[in-house]
């Protein structure tokens, strides 16, 4: 198993720019999410997907747009770059959306992201 | 909604101490509460996860607490070893969200 794979590893955009971070994993999970983690601050749910087909916003969905067309794939656009979305960004999956012992949450290594 | 504080942001501890991280949030209807491990330039791993019902957890030489009526859970590291340096966060399931802390960044020196 490659467990949740993630693509690019770096990153650097102009502001204005758009771009797909890709997410994969092989696991069979039903739940996937997106997180954005910032110096001095925890992670921030972004958007996630119980399914496939079904997606939903997290804390910070703003400038963020993901699809899930399998229960494999859960890319995260960036429809037009800003400075302020430089940041690293996680993807995971489980089996449930609620954590429960037994059902770790599985995340990726990170997309470090630097907007000019 | 809900905050989530670690305190200290970092700890440096020689090798073989032992040592407690520590959490606060402050709603305390939460479901559960997890605690990370991340290493640098990696993604993060899951150490425990206690159930609101439970007051501790173990695995291994790790402990965690919880005491949800004051919003606490610590992270009890016994005989600290320079493996365990990492950042370790909280993350407490309330509301149907999971919220985390900034994490708390270990060094264990040799």
């Known amino acids: 198993n490659a467990g949740v794979t993630q693509t690019p590893k770096f990153q650097v955009l102009k502001t204005g720019q758009s771009m797909t971070l890709q997410c994969a994993q092989d696991?069979?999970?039903?739940?996937m999410s997106w997180y954005r983690q910032d110096p001095g601050m925890g992670l921030r749910l972004i958007h996630y997907s119980v399914g496939a087909g079904i997606t939903d916003q997290g804390e910070v969905p703003n400038g963020y747009n993901v699809s899930r067309s399998t229960t494999e794939d859960f890319p995260l656009r960036l429809l037009s770059a800003a400075p302020s979305q430089t940041s690293v960004y996680f993807c995971?999956?489980?089996?449930?959306?609620?954590?429960?012992?037994?059902?770790?949450?599985?995340f990726g290594p990170g997309t470090r992201l630097t907007v000019l | 909604k809900q905050e989530v504080t670690q305190i200290p942001a970092a700890l440096s501890v020689p090798e073989g101490e032992n040592l407690v991280l520590n959490c606060s949030f402050t709603d305390s209807a939460i479901y559960n509460l997890q605690w990370f491990r991340q290493d640098p330039g990696k993604g993060l791993t899951s150490l425990l996860l206690?159930?609101?019902?439970?007051r501790e957890q173990t695995s291994g030489r790790l402990n965690a607490s919880l005491d949800k009526s004051s919003g606490r859970s610590t992270l009890y590291i016994a005989a600290s070893q320079p493996g365990d340096s990492a950042t370790y966060l909280c993350?407490?399931?309330?509301?149907?969200?999971?919220?985390f802390g900034a994490g708390t960044r270990l060094t264990v020196k040799p």
């Open positions: 696991m069979n999970h039903e739940y």
């Open positions: 995971a999956s489980s089996s449930t959306r609620t954590p429960i012992k037994g059902d770790t949450q599985y």
């Open positions: 993350a407490p399931w309330s509301n149907n969200d999971m919220r």
């Open positions: 206690i159930q609101s019902s439970q």
